[in-house]
Structure formats: C-alpha cells, structure tokens
C-alpha cells in the first residue's frame, strides 16, 4: 500500500514539473530570440554593450507581450490593432535607447528583421 502511494505521489512530481518546464521553455524560445535580433541589430547600428543589454531587454518584454497578445482570446481585428500598439510603443521605447542615426538605420532594419 505505502508503495502504491509512493508511485502515485511520484507520477504526480513528475507531471507537475513537465507542465512547469513547457511553460518556461516557452518564455525561453522568446528570450533567445531577443538574443538572436539583438545580434543582427547589432552588427547593423554598432551599439555599445550598454545599449546591446538594454535593447535585449526592450526587445524581450515586447516580443513578450506580442505572444501573450496573440494567444489571447479576442477578436482577430483586436488582436492587429494591439500588435502594431505594440509595435509602435516598441519604437519609440527603442528610440530613447539609440542614436539619432541609429534610430533611422533601425527602422529600416526593423522592415526586415521584424515584419
């Protein structure tokens, strides 16, 4: 009986942290991502590190958000207007971070790194 029990409350372990882990992985996929455009925006508008960290950061938290955006449960039409705010806000978040210069190579990075 102890061992049935035993078994039980291991399967239910072994459940509840696969179910943990697909979620980070989820929000791991999204960091690394961040990580990889970060790279190509990089080599594109020559940031410093300090800017490189900062713009990882920007890039994490509304790549972030878009996810959670489109995986909500409203309209289609909803869902686009909410994706180009974010976008935008995204933007402008990135030009307090850059250069005058930067921002414009940037933008037109963003056409294809970001459509």
Do not use: C, H
């Not at 509304?62 to 806000?89: C, F, H, P, W």
């Amino acid at each position: 009986m102890k061992q049935l029990i035993l078994l039980f409350g291991l399967l239910l372990t072994v459940q509840v942290s696969t179910a943990n882990v697909t979620f980070q992985d989820g929000d791991g996929i999204i960091k690394a991502k961040a990580k990889e455009l970060t790279q190509k925006y990089k080599a594109s508008l020559g940031m410093d590190d300090a800017q490189t960290a900062k713009f990882t950061t920007i890039l994490e938290n509304y790549l972030l958000r878009k996810s959670k955006t489109k995986k909500a449960n409203i309209s289609e039409g909803d869902k686009a207007v909410m994706i180009k705010q974010l976008g935008m806000q995204e933007s402008e978040d990135i030009a307090e971070l850059l250069s005058k210069s930067q921002y414009k190579k940037y933008l037109k990075a963003k056409l294809k790194l970001q459509p």
